[in-house]
């Protein structure tokens, strides 16, 4: 993650991220008070065991409705489903 010339990493691009988001997630950077070698082992523990918590699909869902005019290249005109954002791509 980086801002401007500044470059974070590990567990200081995780906290920048989530003090973007919504409430609950943006309440995880409360724990930004920890010391730095100790936030960056919970960070690369979870990246290491991410996939057997969440699990892993093949392919990522692609954005639709809603969702997807929140992009930059979103094109009106290619839109099939102006209703539900939520709707698997087929």
């Known amino acids: 993650n980086f801002r401007g010339r500044e470059v974070y990493t590990k ?3 995780a906290f920048r991220v989530l ?3 919504d409430q609950p997630w943006r309440s995880l950077t409360a724990l930004r008070v920890l010391p730095v ?3 960056d082992f919970l960070y ?3 990246a290491e065991y991410r996939y057997k918590v969440f699990g892993k ?3 990522c869902t692609a954005p639709s409705g ?3 005019r929140r992009f930059l290249d979103y094109d009106r005109r290619a839109d099939k489903d102006l ?3 939520f709707k698997k791509q087929k």
Do not use: L, Y
Request: charged share 25%; aromatic share 4%; hydrophobic share 30%.
């Open 66 to 68: 809603d969702f997807q």
């Open 37 to 39: 070698p100790i936030r």
């Open 11 to 13: 567990s200081e691009a």
């Open 19 to 21: 003090a973007q988001m």
């Open 44 to 46: 690369e523990t979870v």
């Open 57 to 59: 699909t093949e392919t």
């Open 83 to 85: 209703t539900n954002p």
